[in-house]
């Protein structure tokens, strides 16, 4: 079947309007595009795929499965419990020592509501040594390495999508890699899925030769996984344990050992980091099991009077919330990925999506929500995960959460709460050791320094009243 007759077969002849306006070269150009689309998705599945995730929405809003916490197998926090942290973290740092454990970062995100151009790893959150996110990521692996002493580079995989792939792969190079071997740092990209009018009938153009095309959600990254091959380059390298997280988070501990250990300890195949929940009311999604399988509820799912219930130590009874933070063991991605691919569905988001009118030949801006992206979720493949193989483990927000999710002098999880989240941790571990901290002053320990309060000691009875202070490696 020719591309143009496996597009209107599926509905969609609408693309082809303006086709005897093209001159030849636009032509193929367009006929291309629409191809290489089709290969990852055909369609008519895709419309098909379009209509389900529409009526799937509707549903789940009026779901009633029983949402419960995890139980106590799956679940265990280590705030204020020094024992457990030291015994996982041993555990996990010998499996980094040995090499055992990579970093995967999706940062594919187009970062809409923080407002930047560019992508939100090259984010300066205003810290006084002025470092990206990405350049205190790379410089926690520099000081995990160096703690762990393994002889073996911690590999770091850096998920990117069409918006941000060249411009993040010229930031690292620009920066030398931020003092990493090159040769440790694998780009590799997420998919696109092409973008459908509201009724997910009719997908859109971008210009005369393009549809609209956005990256495939945080869910992408398992396909993208398979795409690039990586579970072959975890075999190579001798990777068991996967850490997994978000750009976003400026305090992310990245290959955490405490994390690692929790998971090589209790065989998990999975596991996630949460912070408890602040209140009732934060918007943030938990993860609890339904059925007995263990997911991720957002908070609209559920009611308020659940939100709200307590248990008997008197904490919210649902309140991990989750921060995206996980953990694979290669052996899982080896058995379910191919199967994650291709089951995993998809949901919808409206949004104000600028368009192509092909039969006017207008670029249009639409102030109200025109058209459905579509996205996959990373957490859809928890329920095929038995819950005695998933763990869930509870750490302290102000160590490990601070999102930079809105725009400068917006309410929350902007770069001032990030910047505020990363001094003030700094700033606690250097009183910790005994340090002093002139009121009002700002103090940066780099990453590269410490990784999580360790190599400080100098820094005992120093009295800091220099505002601006970096203290560096
Ligand atoms: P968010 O869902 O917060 O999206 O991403 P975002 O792109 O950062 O910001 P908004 O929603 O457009 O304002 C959480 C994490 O998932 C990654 C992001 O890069 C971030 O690390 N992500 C999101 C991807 O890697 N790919 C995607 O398609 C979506």
Redesign the pocket.
């Known amino acids: 079947m020719s591309v143009i007759d496996l597009y209107k077969s599926a509905g969609q002849e609408q693309l082809f309007q303006h086709l005897d306006q093209l001159n030849e070269t636009d032509k193929s150009q367009f006929l291309s595009n629409l191809e290489a689309a089709s290969r990852r998705i055909s369609p008519q599945k895709l419309v098909d795929d379009c209509k389900k995730a529409i009526s799937q929405s509707a549903e789940n809003a009026r779901d009633s499965s029983s949402v419960e916490p995890l139980p106590a197998t799956s679940y265990q926090s280590v705030i204020d419990n020094a024992s457990a942290q030291e015994e996982y973290y041993k555990i996990g740092l010998e499996s980094v020592t040995n090499g055992e454990v990579a970093v995967v ?10 407002g930047s151009s560019a992508p ?1 790893g090259c984010y300066d959150i205003g810290l006084p040594s002025h470092k990206s996110l990405f350049q205190i990521q790379a410089e926690k692996l520099i000081s995990l390495q160096r703690l762990s002493g393994t002889k073996s580079p911690i590999p770091w995989y850096v ?1 990117t ?1 069409k918006p ?1 792939h060249n411009t993040t792969k010229d930031f690292f190079e620009k920066h030398n890699y931020f003092g990493l071997e090159s040769s440790q740092v694998v780009f590799f990209n ?1 998919g696109t899925l092409p973008a459908l009018d509201l009724q997910g009938e009719k997908l859109l153009l971008s210009s005369p030769t393009d549809l609209v095309e ?5 869910g ?2 398992y396909r993208a996984i398979k795409d690039n091959q990586l579970l072959q380059d975890f075999e190579k390298k001798g990777i068991k344990h996967v850490y997994m997280y ?3 988070n400026v305090l992310s501990k990245l290959a955490d050992p405490v994390f690692i250990g929790f998971a090589i300890k209790h065989g998990f195949e999975l596991a996630t980091k949460v912070v408890r929940k602040r209140d009732a009311n934060e918007s943030v999604g938990l993860i609890a099991t339904k059925d007995n399988k263990p997911c991720v509820i957002e908070y609209s799912e559920i009611s308020p009077e659940l939100a709200a219930e307590k248990d008997s130590s008197g904490l919210l009874k649902l309140r991990a919330a989750n921060i ?1 933070n996980h953990y694979y063991s290669v052996e899982l991605l080896k058995r379910d990925l191919d199967q994650w691919c291709e089951h995993m569905p998809y949901h919808i988001a409206k949004k104000k999506i600028p368009c192509y009118d092909n039969t006017t030949g207008e670029s249009l801006k639409p102030t109200e929500p025109n058209g459905i992206k579509l ?1 996959q979720f990373i957490f859809d493949v928890f329920p095929g995960v038995s819950l005695d193989k998933f763990g869930c483990l509870e750490v302290d927000r102000a160590q490990e959460f601070s ?1 930079l ?1 809105n725009a400068p002098g917006t309410a929350n999880d902007n770069p001032e709460t990030s910047r505020a989240a990363y001094l003030e941790l700094g700033g606690n571990r250097l009183k910790k050791i005994g340090a002093q901290i002139a009121d009002g002053v700002s103090v940066e320990v780099s990453s590269k320094l410490s990784y999580a309060g360790e190599n400080l000691s100098q820094y005992k009875g120093k009295v800091f009243d220099k505002d601006n202070t970096v203290l560096e490696n």
């Open positions: 970062l999706m940062a594919g995100g187009q970062g809409t509501r923080l939100k998920m999508s941000t997420q956005s990256p495939d959600g945080n992408g990254l978000c750009v976003d995206v996205e999102p999710k």
